[in-house]
């Protein structure tokens, strides 16, 4: 039967999703706190390896093996050292006051030491304890066993044990979510802190920022929704995963789940174009000719589109048919409103746009939405127009 230390491990493992070892490691630094605090020396590195099946422990001063040096003359160095950092600060406060440029300053090079007690034995003395020893190995000096911490060591072993666990709970999470950075999670709105929404996602919390809002829609707490990770970051407080509704990427993702096509990549997404919570244009195209992109974007009676609106809180979706000539493109993207001409000026990057005066405000868009958006889709800058009589009769006699 497991020991009673061991059954708890396992428990902690079981409840906190962690590694067995990671578990152990906590331990192990926690007792190596305890034992500096009751029997070690400030000059030591205590090392620690713990023994879940009956508790018991082996204590080790680890240190690696360097060059001899003189410690007088070491001293004398850090005196210089010491000496060179208060003129260095001297000067600094100068170049302030007088408004000069403050000079560069290495600390590392000026002030560091050379030579740390608690991890670093000379050579001589490292020969004592191993007659082997050379420049580079690591020394184990086994130390005397504890019979039995006080109160103040075990606490310290509490308190790391419980900041190592901490740690490692987080770096779980940062991992699990790191995965599905760029991907669309289910979560349930947990409740609002100022302009932020905090989503739960299960093991942790995600943070929705105003930007990442559509301000169409009312979080409520227990409301479910599906967010986009849009980035995942470790911080001192733990793990920080940024979600959202507003990214494109959010529309992106949603059309390869719901269309197989897409995500089999028969059908490519070319291009999009956002304004959350009110319309978005998404440029298709395929380079298998018996596929119609739209269509399959479509779906039968609309509902594959409609699941993807329902998803977007009713947000407008254009699907446009890619094309590599900007005429085209241009003429597809400010759908869906009928364009009579489209002439280019290469050198600004525009595009004059004319339309019959029926089509003007259809072209245009409420607040002129519908024109913005074809912009960003295509690359190009668009301005439109009402096209003279002669284009409309132009236009009138080659329509069927």
């Not at 044990?161 to 991907?183: D, F, S, W």
Request: hydrophobic share 35%; with cysteine; glycine share 6%.
């Amino acid at each position: 039967m497991p020991s009673a230390i061991e059954q708890a491990i396992r428990q902690i493992v079981e409840e906190k999703g962690l590694q067995y070892e990671a578990v152990i490691d906590a331990i192990e630094s926690a007792l190596a706190a305890a034992y500096r605090k009751d029997f070690g020396d400030k000059n030591q590195n205590i090392e620690t390896k713990f023994d879940p099946t009956d508790g018991s422990m082996k204590v080790w001063d680890v240190k690696t093996v360097i060059e001899d040096i003189d410690l007088e003359e070491l001293e004398r160095q850090d005196e210089a050292r010491r000496q060179k950092a208060e003129e260095l600060a001297l000067q600094i406060e100068e170049a302030r006051k007088n408004g000069e440029p403050i000079p560069a300053v290495s600390l590392e090079e000026d002030i560091g030491l050379r030579f740390n007690p608690k991890t670093d034995i000379m050579l001589s003395e490292a020969k004592i304890l191993k007659h082997s020893a050379k420049i580079g190995d690591v020394i184990r000096n086994e130390l005397p066993q504890a019979e039995e911490f006080g109160r103040m060591a075990a606490m310290t072993a509490k308190q790391v044990i419980t900041q190592k666990l901490r740690e490692a709970e987080r770096e779980v999470v940062y991992n699990e979510y790191k995965e599905h950075e760029g991907e669309i999670m289910n979560g349930t709105v947990q409740r609002r802190e100022g302009r932020v929404v905090l989503v739960d996602l299960g093991r942790t919390t995600a943070i929705m920022r105003p930007e990442d809002q559509i301000t169409s829609e009312r979080y409520n707490t227990g409301d479910r929704i599906k967010v986009y990770i849009r980035q995942v970051g470790l911080t001192t407080k733990g793990p920080e995963i940024l979600v959202s509704r507003t990214s494109e990427e959010m529309v992106r993702k949603l059309f390869a789940v719901e269309i197989p096509e897409i995500s089999e990549g028969s059908v490519e997404i070319r291009a999009i174009a956002r304004e959350a919570g009110s319309r978005s244009k998404v440029a298709v195209s395929t380079p298998d000719e018996s596929i119609d992109p739209i269509g399959a974007c479509i779906g039968q009676r609309g509902t594959r589109i409609q699941t993807i609106i329902s998803e977007l809180g009713g947000e407008k979706v254009d699907i446009i048919e890619w094309n590599n000539n900007p005429v085209e493109f241009i003429t597809h993207s400010l759908s869906p409103a009928k364009v009579i001409s489209v002439t280019l000026d290469e050198k600004e990057h525009s595009a004059f746009v004319k339309v019959n005066a029926d089509q003007l405000s259809l072209a245009i868009g409420k607040g002129g939405q519908n024109v913005r958006l074809a912009a960003r889709l295509t690359g190009w800058k668009i301005n439109i127009g009402e096209a003279e009589e002669e284009e409309k009769e132009e236009d009138n006699s080659t329509t069927p």
